[in-house]
C-alpha cells in the first residue's frame, strides 16, 4: 500500500494519506472542493440534515463544543496509543496544578487552561481518563486477536476521494490492512459489551453507514477488502474487548443508507436549505403509537376484562 504524505495543502488528488492531524481532516476547506465524512451522513440519517449541518464545519456559524465530550476525549486518546502516535500531537495531560491551585474547574485560572488547550485542539486527558485508558490498552493487548496481529496494519490513514457529482469523500479506519483485507475499528463503549447491548449500539451509531463508506472508499482507491470487524472495548472496569464482525448484507445496508445520505447532502449543500424532522410538511401530522405499546395495553385491557366476568 502507498501512502502520500500530506504537505498541509489543499487535497486535489485521490489518494490514501498519512500525516493528516485528526482536526485537519475535519477541516471544511481540506480538499478543493467540500468533502463529506461519514459523521455528516450518519447526523442526516440518524437525525436530521439541519442536526447535522448545526454540527458540521461546514457550517460558518459552527462553534467548537468547549466542554468536551470524556468519551470522545477518551476514545481519541485510546487511538493515538494504539496507533503510536506522538501523544503531544493532539492531546494533552491536565497538570496536578496551576500557578499553585489544584484544579477547580470554576477557577479563573483552570478556565484560561482549558481555553487555551480547546484553541489550540488538543485533547485534554485527565487523571481519570488516563487510568482508565490504561485499563483499556492492557485488555486490548491481551485480547487473542489483537495479539494475533489484527491491530497491525497501517493506522489513521484518511482515503480520499471523489464522487462523480463534484463533492470529495473521506474516511479514516483505525487500521488498513497490510495485505487482508480485513478492516478492524476500534469503538469504546459502557458495559457490558452484552450481544443484545452491541446490535443496539451498532444501529444507533451508525456503525455500518461508516464501515460501508471505509470500505466504499477502499474499493475506490485500489485496496483489497474481505471483512470489516468492530473491535469493541469498554470504557470503564472490568474492560471487556468483544470482537463483531459485521455481516456483507448489513454492510450493504448501511451503503444503501450512505447513498440516500449523499444525496440529501448535495441537494443541501447546492441548495443551501438543511430541513429539520418535519420542516416541509404545512400540517401537522398523526404520530403511531408504537407497537409494543399497543400490543400491552390491549393485552392489559383483556386482562382486566376476562378478570371482571
Not at 468533502?35 to 464545519?57: C, D, N, Y
Not at 456559524?61 to 496509543?81: C, I, P, T, W, Y
Not at 484518511?158 to 480485513?182: H, Q, V, Y
Not at 483489497?224 to 448484507?249: G, H, I, M
Request: glycine share 8%; charged share 25%.
Amino acid at each position: 500500500m502507498q501512502s502520500i504524505p500530506w504537505d498541509g495543502k489543499t487535497i486535489i488528488e485521490p489518494g490514501i494519506y498519512r500525516g493528516i492531524p485528526l482536526t485537519d481532516y475535519h477541516r471544511f476547506d481540506l480538499c478543493s472542493e467540500v468533502s463529506v465524512s461519514s459523521t455528516m451522513l450518519r447526523g442526516i440519517i440518524g437525525e436530521s440534515p439541519r442536526h447535522a449541518w448545526e454540527k458540521s464545519r461546514l457550517n460558518p456559524d459552527h462553534v467548537d463544543d468547549e466542554e468536551q465530550s470524556e468519551a470522545m476525549a477518551l476514545g481519541r486518546f485510546l487511538h493515538a496509543a494504539v496507533a503510536a502516535e506522538p501523544f503531544e500531537s493532539d492531546c494533552v495531560f491536565r497538570p496536578a496544578t496551576i500557578a499553585g491551585h489544584p484544579y477547580n474547574g470554576n477557577r479563573k485560572e483552570w478556565r484560561e487552561w482549558k481555553a487555551e488547550q480547546i484553541r489550540n485542539r488538543k485533547t485534554i486527558i485527565t487523571p481519570e481518563m488516563a487510568s482508565h485508558a490504561k485499563g483499556m490498552i492492557v485488555a486490548l493487548g491481551s485480547f487473542p486477536l489483537v495479539q494475533a496481529g489484527m491491530l497491525g496494519g497501517a493506522p489513521e490513514r484518511s482515503l480520499i476521494w471523489k464522487d462523480d457529482r463534484g463533492f470529495w469523500k473521506k474516511a479514516r479506519p483505525d487500521e488498513i490492512p497490510n495485505a487482508s483485507g480485513d478492516y478492524a475499528e476500534i469503538k469504546t463503549t459502557h458495559p457490558p459489551v452484552l450481544y443484545r447491548n452491541l446490535q443496539r449500539t451498532m444501529a444507533d451509531r451508525g456503525y455500518y453507514q461508516q464501515a460501508a463508506m471505509v470500505i466504499e472508499g477502499a474499493r475506490a482507491l485500489g485496496l483489497p477488502v474481505q471483512s470489516f470487524t468492530v473491535l469493541f472495548v469498554e470504557n470503564r472496569p472490568p474492560y471487556c474487548v468483544r470482537a463483531c464482525t459485521l455481516k456483507d448484507e448489513d454492510i450493504a445496508r448501511g451503503d444503501q443508507l450512505n447513498q440516500l445520505a449523499y444525496s440529501m447532502f448535495w441537494q443541501c449543500y447546492q441548495g443551501g436549505v438543511w430541513p429539520g424532522p418535519g420542516d416541509d410538511r404545512a400540517d401537522a401530522e398523526y404520530i403511531d403509537a408504537p407497537d409494543w405499546w399497543r400490543k400491552s395495553v390491549d393485552d392489559r385491557v383483556k386482562f382486566f376484562l376476562r378478570e371482571a366476568a
